[in-house]
């Protein structure tokens, strides 16, 4: 009921692609939906996040689609860059909660 | 301060010595988190504080991990009797209140279990 399940482990794109993480929950109670981004030696800093009242935000080159009935979201880097190379953490919670984050994601992009 | 500050950056401990880690979040924000990140296993949760109380401490592995926070602000997460497998990332976070803030992490503590 707790878990965050994130896919995939890894992913390497060229600079320009468009590289997309996966992220599905169980816990139908979760109202809000957050992705982090990690540097090698730094804490994960918040990217983006959505509520369930909205299919789809985007942020620059950062989108997340959000599907309830499915119970995933996901996340769409436009027009990847080298420096977007990192790890994405994808979380979810309700208010009062703390956040339940999925396993991450290493992506890599060469250029 | 301008961000959240754990430290040390790094500890290396011998088996069975007992750690403190301290965590300095920023100021003005009431929840504090504490996550734990080993290679391959994402952020697990620990224990969090809303002011000085924790209303949530389930993610702490034993009773040999504990963690107390004072003044609504400082806050220390202890680990006695070390064993190796407690070697990992611990993160420290802060958020405005427990709704839906983001949250902002520390660097990290590094712990070596030797």
């Known amino acids: 009921q707790q878990q965050v399940k994130q896919s995939p482990q890894s992913l390497i794109v060229q600079k320009g692609g468009i590289p997309i993480i996966n992220c599905a929950y169980e816990n139908t109670a979760f109202d809000y939906f957050p992705w982090y981004q990690q540097f090698p030696g730094k804490g994960p800093a918040l990217l983006i996040a959505i509520r369930p009242d909205v299919s789809e935000k985007k942020e620059g080159r950062f989108t997340i689609s959000f599907n309830k009935s499915a119970k995933q979201f996901s996340l769409h880097i436009m027009d990847s860059q080298p420096g977007d190379s990192a790890t994405y953490f994808c979380?979810?919670?309700?208010?009062?909660?703390?956040?339940?984050f999925g396993k991450g994601t290493t992506l890599s992009v060469s250029s | 301060g301008a961000g959240v500050s754990q430290s040390p950056s790094n500890k290396v401990t011998e088996k069975g010595k007992d750690v403190e880690l301290r965590c300095d979040p920023i100021s003005g924000h009431t929840a504090l988190y504490w996550y734990r990140q080993s290679l391959g296993q994402g952020l697990e949760f620990l224990i969090y504080f809303q002011g000085n109380s924790a209303p949530d401490k389930s993610g702490l592995p034993s009773d040999r991990f504990s963690a107390e926070r004072t003044g609504g602000s400082v806050s220390t997460l202890t680990i006695q009797r070390t064993q190796q497998e407690d070697s990992a990332v611990y993160l420290c976070?802060?958020?405005?209140?427990?709704?839906?803030?983001?949250?902002?992490f520390g660097s990290g503590t590094r712990l070596t279990v030797v």
């Open positions: 976070a802060s958020s405005l209140d427990p709704g839906y803030y983001g949250y902002t």
């Open positions: 979380a979810a919670n309700q208010a009062g909660t703390a956040l339940i």
